[in-house]
T-cell receptor, first 109, second 111 residues
Framework: GENVEQHPSTLSVQEGDSAVIKCTYS??????FPWYKQELGKGPQLIIDIRSNVGEKKDQRIAVTLNKTAKHFSLHITETQPEDSAVYFCAATTNDMRFGAGTRLTVKP | NAGVTQTPKFRILKIGQSMTLQCAQDMNHNYMYWYRQDPGMGLKLIYY???????DKGEVPNGYNVSRSTTEDFPLRLELAAPSQTSVYFC??????????FGDGTRLSIL
C-alpha cells in the first residue's frame, strides 16, 4: 500500500519567517494530496489540498507544490504567525488516504 | 452548526471491557470514517462508510466493529478492550471520498 514520509518531525521558526514541510509518497497512482492542521486537543482541520493534475496551489499565506515525477509534495507557509503553531499532517490518496507522521511547527514571537 | 460530534471525550477502560464510541454529523454527509492516532504517528483508518447500511474495513480494523443505520450516526464498537487499543480516536465525514471534517476526538486509555 501507499507509504507517506514527512519531514521534518519538528520545525521552529521566528515569527514572519517562512516554513516548509515536505512529504514523499510511494504509490504513483496517488491522485489527491491534502494537508491538515491539528491544534492541541482538536481534530485535524483541512487547510489546503492539491490534485495530481495541478502542480501548485495557493491560498493566501499557504501554498502547496506537487512534483509527480519525484513523488513529493510540500507545504509552504509564508509570514508565519504564532497562531500557525500546530501539528501539520500531509496525506496521499489512492483508494484510501495514508497520512504522514506529522510535523510540529512552533512559531516564536 | 455542530459539524462532527464525538462522545465521550475521555474514557478509561479495563482490559476485556467493551464500549461504544459515538459519532454524529449534521451536515448530511454520505461518507464517514473512523481513525486512530497513536503518539507521534499519523492517522490510520479503522473503518469507513459510504452511506447508511454500507461499511468497509480500513487499514487497521481488527478488534473493532461499526454500524451505519442512519446517515447521521457512525458508532465504533470495541469488544474485549486490549492495551494496544489505547489511542485517540477521530471520526470524520465528507461529501466525497476524502475526509474533510473531523471531530475533536475521544481519548481512550485501556489499563
Amino acid at each position: 500500500g501507499e507509504n507517506v514520509e514527512q519531514h521534518p518531525s519538528t520545525l521552529s521558526v521566528q515569527e514572519g519567517d517562512s516554513a516548509v514541510i515536505k512529504c514523499t509518497y510511494s504509490d504513483s497512482a496517488s491522485n489527491y494530496f491534502p494537508w491538515y492542521k491539528q491544534e492541541l486537543g482538536k481534530g485535524p482541520q483541512l487547510i489546503i489540498d492539491i490534485r495530481s493534475n495541478v502542480g501548485e496551489k495557493k491560498d493566501q499565506r499557504i501554498a502547496v507544490t506537487l512534483n509527480k515525477t519525484a513523488k513529493h509534495f510540500s507545504l509552504h507557509i509564508t509570514e508565519t504567525q504564532p497562531e500557525d503553531s500546530a501539528v501539520y499532517f500531509c496525506a496521499a490518496t489512492t483508494n484510501d488516504m495514508r497520512f504522514g507522521a506529522g510535523t510540529r511547527l512552533t512559531v516564536k514571537p | 452548526n455542530a459539524g462532527v460530534t464525538q462522545t465521550p471525550k475521555f474514557r478509561i477502560l479495563k482490559i476485556g471491557q467493551s464500549m461504544t464510541l459515538q459519532c454524529a454529523q449534521d451536515m448530511n454527509h454520505n461518507y464517514m470514517y473512523w481513525y486512530r492516532q497513536d503518539p507521534g504517528m499519523g492517522l490510520k483508518l479503522i473503518y469507513y462508510s459510504v452511506g447508511a447500511g454500507i461499511t468497509d474495513k480500513g487499514e487497521v480494523p481488527n478488534g473493532y466493529n461499526v454500524s451505519r443505520s442512519t446517515t447521521e450516526d457512525f458508532p465504533l464498537r470495541l469488544e474485549l478492550a486490549a492495551p494496544s487499543q489505547t489511542s485517540v480516536y477521530f471520526c470524520a465525514s465528507s461529501t466525497g471520498g476524502q475526509p474533510q471534517h473531523f471531530g475533536d476526538g475521544t481519548r481512550l486509555s485501556i489499563l
